[in-house]
C-alpha cells in the first residue's frame, strides 16, 4: 500500500486506514503487546478473529475503551511507517532465492561410502543449496530377498541410494533404460528403497498413472515439483495400466506419441499450479536413424548435440510451465539453452560412472568429464546459472576385468567418481562447453575453472 508514497503522504494516509486492513511486517508483529491493550473499531465477531489471526497475538478486551489511546496510535503508525520504509516488511521483501545443484546421471554400482571413504568429502563438496538432482540410473537388488549383482546387468543395492542421499541429494529420478534391468522386481525396489530414505522421486511406478506422477520437495524457501521421464530404448519397461515400469515418451522416425506427450504436458501443466518451481528431468536415447551403441562407438557428431526433435520438445514442455530442464541419457555433455528465460540442459552427462569395464561403447574420455550446474531461482525467474567442471576417474583400484559384466570389483566399484576439474582439462571442457551452447543462442562466460550462463538484461 506504501511502496511508492514519499514519507510525508505516507504519514497523511494512514490516519484514514481501517484498523482491521493495516499491512503487517515483523515490527508490528512485535509490538503485539500494544495490540493485546485496545480492541478498536470492528473487533467484534469474525473481523476480531481475523486481526488477531493476522497480527498472532492473542487480543483481549481492552481497559482502555473501544478507541486506542493517542500514545497507543502514535506507537503504532510510526511502526508501521518503519515497516513501510525497510526491507523487512513482508510486503516490500524481496522473494527469496533458491540454489538448486543439477548433475548428470548417476550409474552407481555400490555403497561408495565404504568403498571409497576418501573421496566422499569431494563429492560432497559439488553438492550445495536447497534442492539437488541426479538420475539414479540403476535397479536395486534386495540381498534380503536372495538377490545379487547377477540379478541384472545394471543393478545396485540399496546402500548406493543411501550413498546419494548421505552425499546431500534430496530429489531422484528414477526413469532411465536401466530402471528394468530386474523387470518389475527391480522397479518395485527402487521404489521401496527411496520411500524408505524418504527421498522424493518421479519417474518409474507401479502404473503408467504413477510413473508420471511428480515428486514434490517442499523447502523453506519454496515447493518444487519434479517430473521424470524416458524416451529410447525403454523396451518393455514401459509403464502401462496394469504393469510397472517407467514414464517413457514413445518416438518413432521423429514423431512423438500424441498419447504420451498429452499425459506429460497435462501433469506438468498440474504441477505448476501447486509448486513455484517445476523441474522436467529426461533420460534420452533417441536418436533418429542411429543405433545408440553404435553412434557412440562410431562416435558419430550426432552424438554431441540435442537431435531436432528433442529441442522441439523441450521448448514443448517449457511453454506448458516447465521452469528447468535437466536432460540426459547421452553420456557426454551437451550445451545449455536459455528459452523464454528457462534453462534447458540438453545432456548434463555423467555425475557418476561406474560402468563395466566391457562396455567399450562408454571408454571416449569426453564421457568422464561434465559440470555441475547451479541455478539460483526466485520463483519463476532465474537469478543466476553457474558451472564447475568434473572429472571422472576412468581408471579404479585393483585390476579390471573386460570379460564379464556382472564382475563389480574392486575396480569397477573404485572407479567413475567425480571431483573438481582444473587447469587445461576444465580450460577445454568449458570452452567446448561455451561453444556448443553458443549453437543454441546461449552465451555461457568461463573465469578460471568455472563458468556462468549469460542472463539477458533484466526490464
Not at 476480531?48 to 496510535?73: C, F, Y
Not at 555400490?110 to 569431494?122: C, E, K, L, S
Request: glycine letters at 8%; hydrophobic letters at 40%.
Amino acid at each position: 500500500m506504501f511502496e511508492h508514497l514519499p514519507h510525508g503522504e505516507q504519514a497523511k494516509s494512514t490516519s484514514n486506514v481501517a484498523w482491521s486492513e493495516l499491512p503487517l511486517c515483523p515490527p508490528v508483529e512485535a509490538a503485539g503487546f500494544i495490540i493485546q491493550h485496545y480492541s478498536g473499531p470492528g473487533n467484534e465477531g469474525s473481523r476480531d478473529r481475523g486481526m488477531t489471526n493476522r497480527l498472532g497475538v492473542a487480543k483481549k478486551r481492552s481497559r482502555l475503551g473501544a478507541e486506542p489511546s493517542g500514545l497507543v496510535k502514535k506507537v503504532f503508525l510510526s511502526l508501521l511507517l518503519m515497516c513501510a520504509s525497510s526491507s523487512v516488511c513482508a510486503k516490500d521483501r524481496e522473494p527469496e532465492v533458491m540454489t538448486i545443484t543439477l548433475v548428470g546421471q548417476s550409474m552407481i554400482r555400490t555403497d561408495i561410502r565404504a568403498d571409497v571413504p576418501d573421496q566422499i568429502p569431494a563429492i560432497k563438496g559439488l553438492i550445495k543449496g536447497d534442492v539437488a538432482f541426479t538420475n539414479f540410473e540403476a535397479a536395486v537388488f534386495d540381498p534380503s530377498q536372495g538377490e545379487t549383482v547377477k540379478s541384472g546387468r545394471f543393478v545396485s543395492p540399496p546402500g548406493a541410494m543411501e550413498a546419494l542421499k548421505d552425499l546431500g541429494f534430496n530429489l531422484l529420478s528414477l526413469a532411465n533404460n536401466h530402471a528394468y534391468d530386474m523387470k518389475e522386481k527391480g522397479v518395485a525396489n527402487g521404489i521401496d528403497t527411496a520411500n524408505r530414505l524418504k527421498i522424493p522421486h518421479a519417474g518409474s511406478g507401479a502404473n503408467v498413472a504413477d510413473a508420471t506422477e511428480p515428486a514434490y520437495l517442499q523447502t523453506p524457501k519454496g515447493k518444487v515439483a519434479m517430473i521424470a521421464i524416458a524416451s529410447g530404448e525403454v523396451g518393455e519397461g514401459r509403464a502401462t495400466q496394469t504393469h510397472a515400469g517407467v514414464n517413457e515418451l514413445r518416438v518413432d522416425n521423429e514423431t512423438i506419441n500424441a498419447e504420451d506427450a498429452k499425459r506429460i504436458l497435462d501433469m506438468v501443466r498440474r504441477a505448476k499450479k501447486s509448486a513455484d518451481i517445476v523441474i522436467v528431468s529426461q533420460h534420452n536415447h533417441y536418436f533418429p536413424g542411429l543405433y545408440f551403441k553404435q553412434m557412440l562407438l562410431s562416435e558419430l557428431p550426432e552424438r554431441l548435440e540435442p537431435p531436432q526433435w528433442y529441442r522441439d520438445w523441450a521448448h514443448q514442455l517449457v511453454d506448458a510451465g516447465a521452469d528447468i530442464l535437466a536432460l540426459h541419457g547421452t553420456p557426454i555433455l551437451h550445451g545449455v539453452e536459455l528459452f523464454k528465460g528457462k534453462p534447458i540442459f540438453y545432456s548434463l552427462g555423467n555425475f557418476i560412472f561406474q560402468v563395466p569395464p566391457e562396455s567399450v561403447h562408454l571408454e571416449e574420455p569426453i564421457m568422464w568429464e561434465s559440470v555441475v550446474a547451479y541455478v539460483d531461482m526466485t520463483k519463476d525467474k532465474v537469478q543466476a546459472v553457474r558451472f564447475v567442471p568434473i572429472k571422472m576417474n576412468k581408471i579404479g583400484r585393483g585390476l579390471p576385468n573386460p570379460h564379464d559384466m556382472y564382475d563389480v570389483n574392486e575396480y569397477h566399484r573404485t572407479r567413475g567418481l567425480p571431483s573438481p576439474a582444473s587447469g587445461v582439462q576444465a580450460d577445454y571442457l568449458l570452452r567446448r562447453f561455451a561453444r556448443m551452447s553458443k549453437a543454441l543462442g546461449t552465451d555461457v562466460a568461463i573465469s578460471g575453472n568455472q563458468a556462468e550462463l549469460l542472463l539477458p538484461a533484466q526490464p
